[in-house]
């Protein structure tokens, strides 16, 4: 199916859905439109249009919050990898500050902070801390946000991390612990 005429209707998690009352209602088609438009000034950065998006379509449609059908994550996952910590922290922080969902669960079990992690982006890390994501929260595979950082050698993040209360003894499904990736993959500096 190609992306001009996808007609696949987004989800929304049923905890935020917002209740519809109004006549002038777009279509799911529409809202998809404006979702992808959403999305893609959060990939380029477009501040006015995020800002302006989140004005008219946050509390009627819960913009933010909208499941991406392909990903099954929401816009706060694709701006906890954007560029730069500067730009992917403003960004995010946006979203927080307008009822973005941290908590929310991809087909993974993992919340947007495994994505976090595995960039290593220390304010971003920061910010989501200060906004009760879970450091030891884990996925399918029984790992914590830690053991990505850790596997792509984030040493500053791992540091962080664990100051702020990310368990490095945490086993996941095969009984190893973040360090065991981390020097796998010979992450040595990592490991210390």
């Known amino acids: 199916m190609d992306e001009e005429n996808n007609d696949e209707v987004y989800n929304t ?13 777009l279509s799911d088609t529409d809202l998809n439109k404006k979702h992808k438009e959403f ?6 950065e477009n501040y006015d249009l995020i800002d302006d998006m989140i004005a008219n379509y946050q509390e ?10 392909e990903t099954n994550q929401t816009s706060i996952f694709l701006a906890a990898i954007l560029n730069g910590d500067e730009n992917a922290t403003k960004i995010s922080q946006m979203l927080i500050d307008n009822g973005g969902n941290i908590l929310y669960k991809d087909s993974y079990q993992q919340t ?6 595995r960039e290593g982006k220390p ?7 200060d906004n009760g994501a879970n450091m030891n ?7 914590t946000p830690l053991f990505y950082a ?17 368990d490095p003894n945490i086993l996941d499904q095969v009984n190893e612990n973040a360090l065991f ?12």
């Not at 947007?112 to 992690?117: C, D, G, L, S």
């Open 39 to 44: 999305l893609n000034a959060i990939r380029t």
């Open 13 to 25: 998690p049923n905890s935020v859905q917002q209740p519809h009352s109004n006549q002038d209602e």
């Open 181 to 192: 990736y981390a020097a796998r993959e010979g992450k040595i500096e990592t490991c210390k």
């Open 137 to 143: 929260e884990q996925d399918n595979f029984k790992q």
């Open 112 to 117: 947007a902070f495994f994505h976090v992690a």
């Open 60 to 69: 009627r449609y819960n913009i933010i919050n909208r499941v991406e059908p």
């Open 123 to 129: 304010n971003l890390v920061q910010l989501y801390h």
């Open 150 to 166: 850790a596997r792509d050698g984030r040493t500053d993040a791992v540091r962080q991390m664990c100051e702020l209360g990310s």
